[in-house]
């Protein structure tokens, strides 16, 4: 159980988040909010990198912050193209974020802390799928409302796991069962899609969205 300080700092913190997210339903807000680029073999939003290597061993508070900065952006295009999710629900909570079964109610984390105990627990890579399956129902929904707009995001999403279509291989977002290497990628494509998905919107004119 949190300890009572802990508690009180998660709740100004969601209340923090809330405030932003009102703020970010501006679409010129969001790109100036947001910036997610490629380092390497990483994906980074807002100069936090999302994932690890052998090589690189990035600390597990900036993934779980990147992540963080994710499930903002997310919940903001969500919010913004007024799409009810009907399975999971994104909660941004800075390095805490995680995502909400809303058919099993239960919570996913969008964060770790590594050590063994987290190779034997699913939950993280729970709430990452889960947070995948929000992604593509974001597509899903833009591509029904925009029909005379193309809409296709670089990466197809599909059960965990995206699409390198060029070398027809999949990457799956989980990390049991996985390379840290294929994990990596496939948190940059990831990021890739959501980078596009603001890339669309700021080229599309205002009434495309009305």
């Avoid at 790109?31 to 597990?60: C, T």
């Avoid at 913004?80 to 974020?97: A, D, E, N, Q, W």
């Avoid at 029904?144 to 977002?173: C, H, M, T, V």
Wanted: hydrophobic share 40%; with cysteine.
């Amino acid at each position: 159980m949190l300890a009572e300080d802990e508690l009180r700092s998660l709740d100004v913190q969601l209340k923090q988040e809330q405030i932003l997210l009102e703020k970010l339903k501006q679409t010129n807000a969001l790109n100036a909010a947001f910036h997610i680029w490629h380092d390497g073999h990483f994906g980074v939003i807002n100069g936090l990198h999302l994932g690890r290597l052998p090589s690189v061993p990035v600390e597990w508070s900036e993934i779980n912050g990147a992540w963080g900065q994710a499930a903002l952006l997310l919940e903001a295009l969500v919010r913004r193209f007024g799409l009810k999710l009907t399975r999971y629900r994104i909660v941004p909570m800075g390095s805490h974020s995680y995502m909400e079964d809303i058919v099993e109610k239960k919570e996913l984390p969008l964060y770790s802390s590594g050590g063994l105990k987290f190779f034997w627990d699913s939950k993280f890579d729970g709430g990452m799928v889960a947070f995948l399956d929000c992604l593509q129902h974001f597509q899903e929904h833009v591509e029904k409302i925009a029909l005379n707009y193309r809409f296709q995001l670089p990466y197809r999403i599909d059960r965990g796991k995206l699409e390198d279509r060029p070398a027809k291989q999949w990457y799956s977002i989980k990390m049991q069962l996985n390379s840290e290497e294929n994990w990596t990628k496939a948190l940059k494509y990831m990021l890739t899609n959501l980078k596009w998905c603001l890339a669309w919107i700021a080229s599309q004119p205002t009434s495309t969205f009305s």
